[in-house]
């Protein structure tokens, strides 16, 4: 589903994750921990996804955003996400937090997302084609 670009795209920028709530109020957050596993899932580490979570459990569709602002090279990616709160996973989370926090915060669990739909969000002839 992720082909060695969206990979490449992924693993070298921030990301923004959108839900939306039962009501229909959408939310997007930025996400600075974040992984692509070598099965092409995408692990996000819960540090302050509160709101993503209730809209989550209210709906269970997830979109990530993922753009590189000086080529203009993009791509969402839409699916769904499990949540964990134990595993090697959330323990890896934890540590990569608190180092970068000292120990102020750390991370309550992880998001893994299985990507079911990839679209080029890149200006140009390729601009909304699926992947």
């Not at 670009?5 to 693993?11: D, E, F, R, T």
């Not at 939310?27 to 209730?54: A, I, M, R, Y």
Request: net charge neutral; charged share 25%.
């Amino acid at each position: 589903m992720l082909n060695e670009s969206v990979k490449a795209l992924l693993k070298s920028h921030l990301w923004d994750l959108a839900t939306c709530g039962r009501d229909g109020e959408p939310n997007v957050v930025p996400v600075t921990f974040k992984e692509v596993t070598e099965e092409g899932k995408l692990t996000v580490g819960d540090v302050f996804l509160e709101t993503t979570l209730e809209n989550l459990r209210a709906g269970g569709k997830i979109a990530v955003s993922v753009y590189d602002g000086e080529k203009l090279e993009g791509c969402q990616i839409k699916g769904t996400a499990e949540y964990l709160t134990a595993g090697p996973v959330v323990e890896a989370y934890k540590k990569q937090v608190e180092a970068m926090f000292r120990g102020a915060a750390t991370a309550k669990g992880a998001l893994v997302i299985t990507p079911r739909e990839v679209i080029v969000t890149t200006p140009g002839p390729d601009n909304k084609k699926r992947l």
